[in-house]
């Protein structure tokens, strides 16, 4: 079962606009990951925020965690056709072990 | 040096064969993670090696899943009498003691006939 439910499912944007993206979660978390993933196939690691951080920053990248509602955005900013892919949320319940992931959210850029 | 590299890339086997899948982990990272991802899904939590012992296997959905790192490197999941369930990306992870980051392969894809 999935722990994590990501909003929306589906986003479509022009290039040089923001994407945002939620995740909400049911149970504690430790820290919360970020992934990206091309065509199916590996993920690509993000950002990782811890449970006592309230935002990241990396590069394009920001991501906010609200631990009272239980819920993180990852926003990119200036979006590149590049950035076409699917992105999912990951808790990690421990520091380490295994990671629940939500269903993700599949981002195209239109150039 | 390289990444976590995974064989085969691909596998296609009959319904009720025995399959190997090998996962490769980043030279030194003492944690291993095997997930499953059907389509259109986030990945699934199969088992977590610490070492060479299995710290967490909660995620395996029945006993035709097994998994071994003898050594505490490379590591193989084993899945005996293949359903066609079975079919989906099986990726494999690892990381360090010092981040949780987790580091994935290229995954497998197994099809089931």
């Known amino acids: 079962s999935q722990q994590g439910e990501e909003d929306p499912q589906a986003l479509s944007i022009q290039e040089g606009e923001n994407a945002t993206m939620n995740c909400s979660y049911k149970t504690s978390i430790n820290n919360l990951q970020w992934y990206r993933q091309n065509s199916g196939r590996g993920l690509v690691h993000l950002i990782l925020i811890r449970s006592n951080e309230r935002e990241k920053h990396s590069g394009r990248l920001r991501v906010t965690l609200d631990t009272s509602k239980k819920s993180s955005s990852l926003l990119i900013t200036a979006s590149r056709a590049a950035d076409t892919a699917s992105y999912f949320c990951?808790?990690?319940?421990?520091?380490?072990?295994?990671?629940?992931f939500g269903q993700g959210t599949i981002l195209t850029v239109h150039p | 040096g390289a990444g976590v590299s995974q064989t085969p890339s691909n596998k296609v086997t009959e319904k009720g064969k025995y399959v190997e899948l090998r996962c490769d982990p980043i030279s030194g990272h003492t944690a291993l993670y095997w997930y499953r991802q059907s389509l259109g899904q986030g990945p699934e939590f199969l088992i977590y090696f610490q070492g060479t012992g299995a710290a967490d296997d909660s995620g395996l959905p029945n006993d035709r899943f097994f998994a071994v790192r003898p050594e505490g490197s490379v590591s193989t999941l084993k899945i005996q009498r293949t359903e066609r369930g079975d079919s989906a990306v099986y990726l494999c992870?690892?990381?360090?003691?010092?981040?949780?980051?987790?580091?994935f392969g290229p995954g497998t894809r197994l099809l089931v006939l």
């Open positions: 992870a690892s990381s360090s003691q010092r981040s949780e980051t987790q580091y």
């Open positions: 990951a808790m990690g319940g421990t520091s380490y072990g295994k990671l629940t």
